[in-house]
T-cell receptor, first 113, second 115 residues
Framework: DQQVKQNSPSLSVQEGRISILNCDYTNSMFDYFLWYKKYPAEGPTFLISISSIKDKNEDGRFTVFLNKSAKHLSLHIVPSQPGDSAVYFCAATSKTSYDKVIFGPGTSLSVIP | KAGVTQTPRYLIKTRGQQVTLSCSPISGHRSVSWYQQTPGQGLQFLFEYFSETQRNKGNFPGRFSGRQFSNSRSEMNVSTLELGDSALYLC??????????????FGNGTRLTVT
């Protein structure tokens, strides 16, 4: 049973526009969420995170929104750039038990120049 | 500061053989986690070691095992290889126990192909 879901395997966006990547989770014990970006032939790199005590966290062009009641989070990239083309993984963990980090299946983002 | 180093980068084995993958974490990092990546499945958690002790284990058969040494370097072993074990194996290190307030730093992975 997949505890972290990313229902869109792929997404195409025009350069300069907004990219919105979605993630849903089922485990109500999760209280810390992360986004990672992965280029081919490289390991994932940490992008941005959010604690369950917040509903928004920004870092430059990247903003993560958390809706705890819906068990949903999203990553917004504004403006999108061709270099943002990569696979994006949503991940979740529980700080209470320093539990393992669970990753979603990923969304492949293509930013078209 | 050197990143997480995984060796080898590529490996080809035949069914029934065993394999050992190696991971050197970032200097000072005491936690090492292992993940398996296959198309459509994302990153599946294998296990996590902290200070030489296995803290967490994923839902993988006993053929998958690991260990961590006193210098925090880690190895994972897969015995009696099956075709379905073909995947990218990723190692990640962090300062403290798993992820929270201490993001995972990944290596570039070992691509294992079982024929």
């Amino acid at each position: 049973d997949q505890q972290v879901k990313q229902n869109s395997p792929s997404l195409s966006v025009q350069e300069g526009r907004i990219s919105i990547l979605n993630c849903d989770y089922t485990n109500s014990m999760f209280d810390y969420f992360l986004w990672y970006k992965k280029y081919p032939a490289e390991g994932p790199t940490f992008l941005i995170s959010i604690s369950s005590i917040k509903d928004k966290n920004e870092d430059g062009r990247f903003t993560v929104f958390l809706n705890k009641s819906a068990k949903h989070l999203s990553l917004h990239i504004v403006p999108s750039q061709p270099g943002d083309s990569a696979v994006y993984f949503c991940a979740a963990t529980s700080k209470t038990s320093y539990d393992k980090v669970i990753f979603g299946p990923g969304t492949s983002l293509s930013v078209i120049p | 500061k050197a990143g997480v180093t995984q060796t080898p980068r590529y490996l080809i084995k035949t069914r029934g053989q065993q394999v050992t993958l190696s991971c050197s974490p970032i200097s000072g990092h005491r936690s090492v986690s292992w993940y398996q990546q296959t198309p459509g499945q994302g990153l599946q958690f294998l296990f996590e070691y902290f200070s030489e002790t296995q803290r967490n284990k994923g839902n993988f058969p006993g053929r998958f095992s690991g260990r961590q040494f006193s210098n925090s370097r880690s190895e994972m072993n897969v015995s009696t290889l099956e075709l379905g074990d073909s995947a990218l194996y990723l190692c990640a290190s962090s300062l403290g126990p798993t992820g929270y307030n201490s993001p995972l730093h990944f290596g570039n992975g070992t691509r294992l192909t079982v024929t």
